[in-house]
Each structure stands twice: as C-alpha cells, then as structure tokens.
C-alpha cells in the first residue's frame, strides 16, 4: 500500500495604490520609525541584504494578551530598494500558526502615472490553513484579525493622511 501527501498552496495576492513614492513606500515597510506607526503598530526589524534577518516585535499591550515578544519572523531573499522586496514569513500569533511552515512574501512596488504608487503583496503559504485564515482577514480586528487588507488599508491612509485609521 503506498501513501500519497497532497499538498496544498494558498496564494494571496493584495494589491493597493497609493498616492505616495516608491521611496515612502519603500520605507514604511523596512523602516522601523515608520511600520511602527500603522496597523498593529508593532516594530518590524529587516537586514535588507539576502540572507538578511526579518523580526515582528509584539508591543507591550500584545504581550500583556499573551503574544510572543518575537510575533513574525524570516529571512530576507531578496532586496531591491525601492521595488521588490522577497522574504520567508513565519507567525507565531497562535501554536497552529507556529507549527506551520513558513510562507514566502513578495512586495512589489511599481511607480504610476500622477503620483501613484501600486503595492502588490503575494503571500505564498504551503500546508499553512491556520496561517493563510489569519492573513485573509477573516478574524475580527479586537481579536488581533484584518490580516493584510488591514494592514495594507492603514498603510495608504497613514502615507497619505499622516495618520492611522486604526488610532
């Protein structure tokens, strides 16, 4: 009798323009002064070279809920300031998301007419249901949820605005 896996690839793909430069863009995903300021609000550390680290630092008030201090972490495989930017991605929100294996996370950042910027984010996930669910959005934002439609969201409205929708 022989055994057959299937394995199964998710791939999400969120794309958003924002009116901004590919540099601005470029810097509020790598920079720490900026990613801190959006979304979840949590610092994002990134060695922007191949084989370059990438950590998600939780925030306190994460940690008093019972987060890791280490949220999401990876590698950096690629880096091509300010277009491209290729990376693993492994959560720790929960221990289902812990014991999946990484997923890849390709940022793209093309430059448009009128000073438009458009951000596609590909999140490649493999045998990672748990992952995948939390990425989509499909969890309320109080209980941590949103995913990338959130994150993307509050990324062009505090690059455009200045301020976050999230607070």
Request: charged residues 25%; hydrophobic residues 40%.
């Amino acid at each position: 009798m022989t055994t057959t896996e299937t394995a199964t690839r998710t791939v999400q793909v969120h794309r958003v323009y924002i009116k901004a430069t590919p540099q601005a863009v470029w810097d509020a995903i790598t920079s720490p002064e900026w990613n801190s300021r959006y979304a979840f609000k949590a610092v994002s550390e990134y060695e922007l070279r191949a084989g370059g680290s990438y950590r998600v630092i939780t925030t306190p008030e994460m940690r008093e809920h019972g987060a890791p201090e280490i949220l999401i972490d990876g590698e950096v495989l690629e880096a091509d300031p300010p277009h491209r930017l290729v990376q693993t991605w492994h959560a720790y929100f929960t221990p289902e998301t812990a014991a999946e294996a990484p997923g890849r996370l390709t940022w793209e950042i093309f430059e448009e007419d009128g000073g438009l910027v458009r951000l596609t984010v590909s999140h490649e996930l493999d045998d990672a249901p748990h992952t995948a669910a939390a990425v989509a959005g499909d969890a309320k934002l109080r209980e941590g949820g949103g995913g990338w439609a959130w994150i993307l969201s509050d990324l062009k409205s505090f690059l455009e605005s200045g301020a976050s929708i999230g607070g």
